[in-house]
Each structure stands twice: as C-alpha cells, then as structure tokens.
C-alpha cells in the first residue's frame, strides 16, 4: 500500500487563522499577567533606596574603601565623613552590614530606570517565549491537519477503488 503524503499546498482556512490569532492573544495576556505578577512581588525601589543607590555609585571608592575598613578606623572614617550611612554601617548589626554590602555591590552600575528597563526586557522575553512556543504548536496543529486530510482522501480513494473492482 503507498504511503500517505500530507497536503503541501497552502489551504486557506479560516480555523487556521483563528489558531493564529488565539496563539498571538493568548501570548500577550499570559505575557502581561507574568509581568504583572513580577512587579506584584518585587516592586521597585522606594526613593530612600534610589538616594542610597545613587550615593553608593557617586562615592563608590570611599564606601568600597569604607567597608573593607577594621572596626576601629571604620569608626574614625564615619565621623571624619560625618554623613548619616557611615554613622548607620558602624552602628548596623551584622545582618543589616551583610544586606548594605550586598546593596552596595549591585549598586556600582545603577541607573534609576533600570527596573523599568528590566520589566520592558523581560516583557520582551516571555513574549517571544510564549510567541515562539504558539507557533510551534500552531504549526503541530496544522500539520497534523493536513495529513489527517491526505489520508481521508487516501481512504476515499480506496473505497471507490473497492467500488470500482466488484462492478467489474
């Protein structure tokens, strides 16, 4: 028995374009729900954390410096400074100097948009993502239309066939 080829032509269809459009949409909401939710559960820096942010990228040498300090020319170099964050490191337990030193660490680089440009890339992201896999499945779906199509056809063709071969 011949194998069934898949229709190679371009068809037309409406349910087709329907699956593209469902694929696109589906894409965005999803897309913008899991934006949502991020900037739901991390929301941007309040404008005492930007001032801070700002300070450590301004002086980023002298509280580098600062922080590698011993304890006791630390406490020199905060009152020398005389500015509130040296004051609060020298005064901070442990815990709160380890998560000032982490902040002062990602802050070297910052710009105040930057979360901002962080939401619009990972829109960006998830989009294509999301798009990308659409398609993907868009095209399952049509390819396996087509071939469930060819072999319809295949079958309609061996019951006429059949049909012609008792008549005669």
Not at 70 to 76: C, H, N, Q, S, V
Request: a positive charge; proline letters at 4%; charged letters at 25%.
């Amino acid at each position: 028995m011949d194998e069934i080829e898949p229709i190679n032509k371009e068809i037309d269809d409406a349910k087709e374009k329907w699956i593209s459009r469902i694929s696109l949409w589906a894409s965005i909401i999803l897309t913008i729900f899991l934006v949502v939710w991020y900037y739901n559960s991390n929301p941007p820096d309040s404008p005492a954390v930007v001032k801070m942010r700002m300070f450590f990228k301004k002086n980023n040498r002298d509280v580098m410096t600062f922080i590698n300090l011993p304890r006791t020319e630390m406490i020199a170099f905060a009152y020398k400074k005389k500015h509130p964050f040296y004051l609060k490191y020298v005064k901070a337990s442990e815990v709160e100097k380890s998560k000032l030193s982490a902040l002062i660490h990602i802050s070297t680089d910052y710009t105040p948009n930057q979360y901002l440009f962080n939401l619009f890339f990972a829109w960006v992201i998830i989009f294509t993502t999301f798009w990308f896999l659409g398609l993907m499945a868009e095209a399952c779906i049509v390819l396996m239309r087509r071939s469930s199509e060819a072999r319809v056809k295949q079958y309609k063709l061996e019951k006429e066939q059949n049909e012609r071969e008792k008549e005669s």
